[in-house]
């Protein structure tokens, strides 16, 4: 047994050397070959983290947007997102989950509004805010472009987008008005003055929210302590099931929903992004295909005659087979290597950003920055370099069956 054991740790040695030096019997057909794969991996992966980056940057941005990772609301409130349909703030049970979870969340009050300058009267949503708590989990409250943003939930300030302000032709210190509706559908409104003025990547956004202090909105909104949505962040906006589902049990009664049902444009995008991933990596390998599968062509036939010399001597044709498949192995394991090195060589130094800003108008009406942040996933280079290393392997199939199948008087007499 043991005879046999050691025989076939031999045989298998002699094949893996074979196999390395048939490789380069041709030094300069692998070497282009090995190039080519290298090359079409870097692309391959350096491609995939780049539309990595760039999807992830849209959808956190829209995320940041006010859209959360997981959004509570009234059963109605989607239908009908008015002052009537508001909910309580959260009670200590979800309090208590939310920070033994580690989850970041925040309350609103949002509500339409009005506001009125002195020469222009606009409708906005007014953002009842905790300002500690939004600067964590907001962007725009972040982009302060002159003054400051809200100190507290009882601030008296308001903080105006930059577009708002030169349609409103108002600025920095003026005061304006706003008036929405309480839940008796009486008129409610309040004089602020502007404390604060932020920039948005869409300049849409600018003339669409303005923000108060939560306590604030409450008393002007005669609604005591309720509020109009329960925001909550978790560590990672791809994995949120565990919390939506956890927070959905305990609050049964109230819209609970993540944030790809909210944007199921995002949500549909993401999942496209795998596919394209996928489609990617194909298309690569068919191009690089042609010529591995040329090279390990071109080397059977280089050694017809030492092929049937060998199976003359009594080599199965399966460790022929194998020998042609260790060659196809090796040199797609010395293309991956050479090519996650580059790629990584490229990616890293990127980590600081490309700047975009000449197509930022472009970028931003796709809700992307003008700064593109290459992601690059294990999850994508071992799905990668698998799927090259099977393509490889299935395209190495013909040239390895063909010289396995050869008759050994024929490969003998061949020239």
Do not use: C
């Amino acid at each position: 047994m043991e005879l046999l054991r050691s025989t076939g740790q031999y045989s298998r040695r002699i094949l893996v050397t074979l196999a390395w030096r048939y490789l380069w019997r041709n030094y300069r057909r692998t070497i282009i070959m090995l190039l080519a794969i290298t090359i079409g991996v870097w692309a391959m992966i350096f491609m995939i983290a780049l539309l990595r980056g760039m999807v992830d940057d849209m959808v956190q941005s829209s995320l940041e947007s006010f859209l959360g990772h997981v959004q509570i609301h009234h059963p109605s409130y989607r239908d009908d997102p008015s002052i009537v349909n508001h909910l309580p703030t959260p009670g200590s049970e979800l309090r208590e989950y939310l920070d033994r979870a580690g989850l970041d969340w925040t309350a609103r009050l949002r509500v339409p509004a009005v506001v009125s300058s002195e020469r222009e009267s606009l409708g906005v949503t007014l953002m009842g805010v905790k300002p500690d708590r939004e600067v964590r989990l907001s962007k725009l409250p972040r982009q302060i472009s002159n003054g400051r943003f809200l100190e507290s939930p009882d601030d008296p300030g308001i903080v105006i987008g930059e577009k708002l302000a030169r349609r409103l032709e108002t600025g920095l210190g003026k005061r304006i008005v706003v008036m929405s509706q309480d839940p008796d559908n009486d008129i409610a409104d309040r004089g602020f003055r502007i404390v604060g003025i932020y920039f948005a990547e869409l300049p849409a956004m600018e003339e669409q929210f303005v923000f108060v202090g939560l306590n604030v909105a409450q008393q002007m909104l005669r609604v005591g302590e309720s509020v109009s949505e329960i925001e909550v962040q978790g560590p990672d906006f791809r994995e949120v099931d565990w919390f939506y589902q956890a927070i959905a049990r305990l609050k049964p009664d109230l819209d609970v929903s993540p944030w790809y049902e909210r944007d199921t444009y995002l949500g549909t995008m993401l999942r496209l992004m795998d596919g394209v991933v996928l489609v990617w990596i194909i298309v690569i390998f068919l191009a690089l295909s042609f010529g591995l599968v040329n090279t390990l062509v071109m080397a059977v036939f280089e050694r017809v005659r030492e092929i049937g010399l060998i199976l003359a001597l009594g080599m199965r044709p399966s460790a022929i087979m194998g020998q042609v498949l260790l060659e196809t192995l090796m040199l797609l394991a010395l293309g991956l290597a050479l090519g996650n090195a580059l790629a990584l060589a490229t990616i890293i130094p990127l980590a600081d950003g490309i700047d975009l800003s000449v197509v930022s108008e472009g970028l931003a009406m796709m809700g992307a920055g003008s700064t593109l942040y290459p992601a690059l996933y294990w999850q994508d280079l071992l799905l990668s370099n698998g799927l090259v290393i099977a393509l490889g392997l299935l395209a190495g199939l013909a040239p390895a069956h063909r010289a396995s199948r050869y008759n050994p008087v024929e490969a003998l007499t061949k020239t």
